[in-house]
């Protein structure tokens, strides 16, 4: 038998402290509500701690085996199906660590397997589901865990985790949206300059060759083909150009995160983005229902206006909403207003600092930012449908470009050839 200290609360809700003998702390938490009381944290005393854990305790970390070996990160597609799942475990009534107990049962040997195991623990030990989840950073970030807070000081756990579950739902879909769009303009420019990188090295020279022999001088364009083509297959000496072609885009984004590393790096790279045509508007409008829809989502959740804020400063992941969010968050902090540090920014839309201004104004702000998360949803599935129809004849144009050009370029000084055959001269 061990002894286990507890918080509950009594039938009036008041809170009760105390101690109980138990031989593992699910039958201490039962032992506490036969008494007529609601546990709110159970924990082994620090001696019996030292001692080492109970019988029963030690019969399942028996049961258990050794830690999972785990390799890579958590997958966001499996943490919202977990999410999805243990809210509807908490609805149905289960206790919360038979819940967790079922679902780390269920999971494929990995991280996130691992990673339940040490959450089953610490629940296990007496500590409540957010403070065990707030001990693995690695799956369990900032937001999701003063989500789960909230909804067990609010008794209403089920319902929060099912908001979040529909949060990260709606964020990964609108993810897949956006990198589905570039992955066909991705693959296919991947395969012209391949393409065309191909042509310059095997077929141009064999052409140059041709013209030498015939004596023909070769016009500007052809010339420079030709010299295009010798220095893509290093035939100048040094290294070949084709490295450099193929090695620039990899060298470009390695350098690109390294500066991200640096926060005025994040700065200078986060306006870059902004600004440029048609991928600015759409990142814009990405992160504003990124933000609105986390900062409804907490708000409406119970979490204080000022947490919220600085929760969804953090996770906004643009230095400029960053910025412009600090902002709010001193600005209410003195007592003053959300839109208006936000209309001074001009990260936002007149409309979305609007309806801002009204959610402020009627006390249903948590609503309103929800459905500009909403608006802007369908803004970017436009927004995405568009520039893959733009992008498109642009393809066309660069590969059309591309292999006319080449073709112009061989074919000026065949009919040199040509004539010079008909006439004789050869």
């Not at 590969?399 to 040199?416: H, K, N, Q, S, Y």
Request: proline letters at 4%.
């Amino acid at each position: 038998m061990a002894t286990f200290t507890y918080e509950a609360l009594n039938a009036s809700g008041k809170a009760q402290k105390g101690t109980i003998e138990a031989g593992s702390s699910d039958e201490a938490i039962q032992k506490i509500k036969q008494q007529g009381y609601f546990p709110t944290s159970v924990r082994q005393s620090k001696e019996d701690a030292k001692k080492g854990p109970t019988a029963a305790e030690g019969k399942k970390a028996k049961k258990k085996g050794g830690f999972a070996i785990s390799i890579g990160g958590v997958s966001k597609k499996h943490l919202t199906v977990f999410t999805r799942q243990l809210s509807t475990l908490q609805d149905a009534g289960l206790p919360l660590l038979r819940s967790l107990q079922i679902l780390e049962e269920q999971q494929k040997p990995g991280k996130l397997k691992s990673i339940l195991q040490g959450v089953c623990e610490e629940v296990e030990g007496g500590a409540s589901l957010s403070e065990a989840m707030a001990k693995f950073p690695a799956a369990f970030d900032k937001l999701y865990v003063k989500m789960v807070n909230a909804g067990e000081i609010g008794g209403v756990l089920d319902i929060i985790l099912q908001r979040l579950s529909e949060f990260m739902e709606k964020a990964q879909r609108l993810k897949r949206k956006v990198i589905g769009a570039m992955v066909y303009p991705a693959v296919v420019v991947t395969v012209a300059v391949g393409i065309v990188l191909f042509i310059m090295i095997a077929i141009i020279p064999k052409f140059s060759e041709i013209f030498a022999e015939f004596g023909v001088v070769m016009p500007a364009l052809t010339q420079w083909l030709v010299n295009t083509s010798r220095w893509l297959a290093g035939q100048g000496g040094g290294i070949p150009g084709a490295v450099f072609v193929i090695g620039a885009p990899v060298l470009f984004v390695i350098l690109w995160k390294l500066a991200r590393r640096a926060t005025p790096g994040r700065a200078v790279t986060d306006n870059v983005l902004l600004w440029v045509p048609i991928i600015g508007g759409l990142i814009r409008k990405t992160t504003i229902a990124r933000f609105t829809r986390t900062l409804g989502t907490l708000v409406n959740a119970g979490v204080p206006i000022l947490e919220a804020i600085a929760i969804t400063r953090d996770t906004s992941g643009n230095y400029v909403f960053e910025k412009a969010l600090n902002s709010v968050h001193d600005s209410i902090r003195e007592g003053e207003t959300f839109a208006a540090p936000l209309r001074e920014s001009k990260v936002c839309d007149s409309i979305v600092v609007n309806m801002i201004d009204v959610g402020e104004e009627t006390g249903d702000l948590d609503a309103m930012l929800l459905k500009i998360a909403d608006n802007y949803d369908e803004e970017v599935d436009v927004a995405v449908q568009s520039l893959v129809k733009l992008i498109e004849p642009l393809l066309v144009l660069f590969l059309g470009g591309a292999v006319g050009t080449i073709v112009i370029a061989m074919f000026l000084p065949l009919v040199a050839i040509i004539e010079k055959l008909q006439g004789g001269k050869l």
